[in-house]
């Protein structure tokens, strides 16, 4: 036997049924034992547990070992046999099974004779020692264990110490103090009783009340999460982020990403902000842990509320009962914007079929719902994973149908992830290409993260291109994030850095912040900084916010309040000074309110005070009701519409969105439309959109142009093939565009690469600027750099700027556009009809605040803009970035308009 191969099972206990209690006990002992952690230390190559355990449960009751148990011997590394007077003598069929199974485990390889761990168990100290031996254990001459002499606990203890290679009495130093301790406790319970009492009460105890463990980080296996690398009490304290394990009656039943306090919190460093913040198990009892024992997990978020349920029919598949969000998740999102480019959908995956090896996941498979294969929202079918020892992800593939390596819409095909070796960090993601090359991930905006560690926290996050240079994380706009901490791991500040390794401001207009807690480790103050340290309002109007919480009957509420750079109370730009947030005992939203600085009921932007949130038995948000400043209800003026109901099929997907005004009634919202009506494919993908009038008449959306449309997807890669307008009678029609039907084409990395238009006759046509098809260009980031239009001959014409026009686009490092250039059908310098040069050049100040706009003419020479009534526009803004004053000057030079005058 192979001594590198993977075991399925470290050890197989071989008895007779007779002593199958004593066996069970073993099992017991086995199954739940964790190596302590100043072992771990001391021995970090070991595993810290002897898991999983065979035992089988039936009598053997034919002429030979059956296949079944000759697997699991194969498998097995080591082999427990109970020694007794049962074992040792031959059933009333004339067997011995016990010295069968002996024999052939140790004919499976030579050294498996040493893998043999006797445990004699005897009915008193005067038994013959040999009269309980199976005849292979005496010819071997292996030495038992006994029980009588060295009690079951000590001889427990010392089959670990066999099977971890480690000094008996090394281990038993700290298995003897715990079982002390649990003496101990037992004697406090139970009082002075008998010995068989404090033994009884003993195993309630061990059974009824609940164990915590800490660990670094944990994997799934057999659908269960498993811990990986414990923590000490100490250890704890100092981090950030703990997983808490709560095990009772030997089964773990919940796991909490937490705080050195214990507080739940959002673990939102890279690959970690996938996981839940806890998660519940249920158990089937007929079955073991490996034969698909979990029943169901569930996901929550912080306020406590279910996130999505995980029911497992076996082993091998996983259904999805409840998801969150689904409230429109599903509608491609520009079903209300009309047709056009950068089509998104997010497809609702019911079910995955898993591909296993010694528990850990190996390939993944969509499913839907009548169980056809389906894509995720990236465009693939599955993944292929690869585990390292500890059962950590160290490589995902993603894959078409028939398994083939495809790339994402995202532009990868995979990502590899790097673990420290001391405790299994992460510390590197790389997305990569079907070469194992680095790769620019156009979702992220990098190839490459680094992340460094502190005493268990993350330190920093770096992000690098597919050449290993610094770039931009897409979300954040930075290069670089550090982390500060105080003594109890909390996070107290952040800073951001650019590719200059110098201080520079994030997507909200901050270069740092820092942050205050509360003894529970909850965040109570925030505050922004520019580069020099100064509080800072960034892009949100406001440089700290405080937040509140306050116990309610059922639930909680919230509230933030903010405040200028000079400590007063300030409105933030969207129009408050105050939010309340009312959560119910669920962890959901039910009801948000704002307020002014003098805690008066105000309005948002969009003319609303107060928005109340209603939700169907199964989670899924059902309905949306705006209101003023006096309760009444109200119109929300960017929609139009008072209150939205949504209507639910029974996978969960939205089939009905209506809208209602102040009276109640049934109303059209701003785009003249009182009902959406959707229909889903087997995929969990849009395939239908209606609209209809307060009547239920269909009716024509507006800003769309046609009452109904239909989309179709590719079968290959489930991307968007093409989507064809109807009006009222359901005949074709020509949309806002001027055509009645747009199809799509896909470059390798997925992104649009050409919009073809289609007239009611499903044949290509001009749209109503006079274009067949448009051509999108990318950069090596998958920025959009411009549009090329053709007409029907494939020519080359002149697009207007709501189009996108023949722009060739250039970025700086911070992605703010520097350069506009427009291009004539031939390739020449053009002139944008819409602005009246060729070239628009942008500046901007170090902390890439907007400063400057200059128009040029074909010749690259400065020259007046038709539209703008001038060669060039400069702005001076305040740390908020927003216009103090701004002045404008010809082609010369001239001052033609200065603000301040």
Same mark, same amino acid.
């Given at each position: ?14 008895? /007779? ?20 952690? +100043?072992? =771990? ?29 000759? &697997?699991? *011997? ?88 066999? %099977? ?22 037992? +004697?406090?319970? =139970?009082?002075?009783?008998? %010995? ?14 609940? !164990? ?101 029919? &076996? ?48 390939? +993944? ?31 995902? @593939? ?14 990868? =095909? ?14 590197? $993601? ?6 194992? @090359? ?101 892009? $949100? ?29 300030? @409105? ?21 309110? $704002? ?29 949306? /009701? ?15 519409? /008072? ?9 969960? *997907? ?10 109640? %009634? +049934? ?57 064809? =307008? ?46 067949? %098809? ?35 686009? !250039? ?9 506009? $250039? ?9 002139? &944008? ?69």
């Amino acid at each position: 036997m192979n001594q590198s191969r993977v075991y399925k099972y470290f050890a197989f206990i071989s008895y /007779s049924s007779k002593d199958a209690a004593f066996a069970e006990k073993v099992q017991r002992f086995l199954t739940y034992f964790k190596l302590p952690n +100043r072992l =771990c230390k001391k021995y970090p190559e070991k595993p810290d547990n002897v898991r999983p355990i065979y035992r089988d449960k039936t009598d053997l009751v034919i002429d030979k070992l059956n296949d079944s148990l000759k &697997n699991a *011997l194969e498998v097995s590394k080591y082999l427990i046999v109970i020694c007794s007077e049962n074992s040792a003598k031959p059933n009333e069929d004339g067997k011995n099974w016990i010295d069968e199974e002996v024999r052939t485990f140790i004919s499976l390889a030579p050294e498996n004779v040493h893998r043999v761990i006797p445990i004699l168990l005897r009915n008193d100290k005067n038994s013959e020692v040999w009269d309980c031996m199976p005849p292979a254990v005496k010819e071997f001459g292996l030495l038992a264990a006994d029980v009588q002499v060295r009690g079951e606990q000590r001889v427990f203890s010392d089959v670990v110490a066999k %099977m971890l290679d480690l000094g008996p009495d090394e281990l038993w130093d700290w298995v003897g103090r715990e079982m002390r301790r649990k003496k101990i406790i037992n +004697r406090i319970m =139970c009082g002075l009783v008998t %010995m068989l009492t404090i033994g009884g009460g003993y195993f309630a105890w061990d059974y009824f009340v609940p !164990k915590v463990s800490y660990y670094a980080d944990y994997v799934e296996r057999y659908n269960l999460p498993v811990g990986v690398d414990p923590l000490t009490e100490d250890e704890v304290k100092t981090r950030n982020i703990v997983y808490r394990f709560t095990e009772q009656g030997y089964k773990l039943r919940r796991v909490d990403c937490c705080n050195s306090v214990g507080e739940l919190s959002d673990n939102k460093y890279l690959w970690a902000r996938f996981r839940p913040v806890s998660m519940t198990i249920e158990y089937r009892d007929d079955k073991e842990i490996e034969q698909g024992g979990v029943e169901k997990v569930m996901h929550y978020n912080k306020e406590g509320k279910l996130i999505r349920t995980y029911s497992y029919d &076996n082993l091998n598949t996983i259904r999805f009962e409840s998801i969150d969000n689904k409230d429109g998740s599903s509608i491609p999102t520009n079903a209300m914007e009309g047709l056009g480019m950068n089509v998104e959908w997010q497809p609702y995956i019911p079910r995955n079929v898993v591909e296993r090896k010694d528990g850990y996941i190996q390939k +993944r498979w969509y499913k839907s719902w009548n169980n056809e294969p389906c894509v995720d929202e990236y465009g693939v079918w599955g993944v292929v994973y690869e585990q390292n020892a500890k059962g950590q992800v160290v490589k995902e @593939r993603y894959v078409d149908a028939e398994g083939n390596i495809i790339r994402t819409r995202q532009g990868v =095909c995979g990502v590899n992830l790097t673990y420290s070796k001391d405790r299994g960090y992460l510390e590197s $993601v790389s997305f990569v290409d079907e070469k194992n @090359r680095l790769a620019m991930n156009f979702g992220e905006m990098y190839a490459y993260a680094k992340i460094q560690w502190e005493r268990g926290n993350v330190k920093s996050i770096s992000v690098y291109d597919a050449a290993m240079v610094p770039c931009l994380d897409g979300k954040t706009k930075v290069h670089k994030l550090v982390f500060d901490y105080d003594h109890q791991g909390n996070n107290t500040g952040q800073s951001y850095y650019g590719v200059d390794n110098k201080w520079c401001y994030n997507v909200q207009g901050i270069a740092s912040f820092s942050q205050a807690f509360n003894n529970k480790g909850n965040v109570v103050k925030q505050i922004g900084y520019n580069e020099k340290k100064e509080r800072s309002a960034g892009y $949100v109007g406001v440089a700290e916010i405080r937040y509140e919480e306050e116990l309610l009957e059922k639930g909680k509420v919230i509230r933030a309040t903010y405040y200028g750079v000079n400590g007063e109370i300030r @409105r933030r730009k969207e129009g408050f000074a105050l939010l309340e947030r009312y959560i119910d005992e669920k962890g959901r939203l039910v009801k948000e309110i $704002v307020r002014d600085e003098k805690n008066d009921r105000c309005f948002h932007v969009n003319l609303v005070s107060e928005s109340r949130y209603h939700y169907t038995p199964q989670g899924n948000l059902d309905e949306v /009701s705006y209101f003023d400043t006096k309760g009444e209800p109200c119109v929300n003026m960017a929609l139009g519409v /008072s209150k939205i109901k949504t209507i639910y099929n029974h996978e969960g *997907l939205p089939e009905r969105r209506i809208f209602y005004g102040k009276d109640g %009634m +049934r109303c059209l919202n701003n785009e003249g439309v009182a009902e959406i009506r959707q229909k889903y494919n087997d995929r969990g993908l849009v395939e239908e959109i209606f609209f209809f009038d307060t009547n239920e008449n269909p009716c024509i959306d507006t800003s769309l142009g046609y009452a109904k449309a239909v989309y179709q997807y590719f079968s290959h890669n489930g991307f968007l093939k093409s989507v064809e =307008c109807f009006d009222m009678n359901n005949q074709r029609c020509l949309n806002k565009k001027g055509v009645s039907k747009v199809g799509y084409t896909y470059n390798v990395k997925g992104l649009v690469k050409e919009e073809i238009s289609y007239g009611t006759d499903n044949k290509p046509c001009l749209n109503i600027d006079g274009v067949a %098809m448009y051509e999108y260009v990318y950069d090596t980031q998958g920025r959009f750099k411009g549009t090329l239009g053709r007409d029907m001959k494939g020519n080359v014409v002149l697009l207007p700027l709501s189009t996108g026009g023949c722009i060739k686009n !250039k970025y700086n490092d911070k992605n703010s556009m520097l350069e506009s $250039v427009c291009y004539e059908a031939n390739g020449e310098l053009g002139i &944008n009809p819409e602005v009246g040069c060729a070239i628009v050049r942008h500046e901007y100040d170090t902390n890439n605040r907007h400063v400057k706009i200059s128009f040029f003419n074909k010749e690259n020479q400065p020259c007046m803009s038709s539209t703008f009534e001038c060669a060039e526009m400069r702005f001076v803004r305040d740390e908020y970035n927003n216009v103090l004053h701004f002045s404008t000057y010809d082609e010369k030079g001239n001052c033609i308009y200065n603000s301040d005058k």
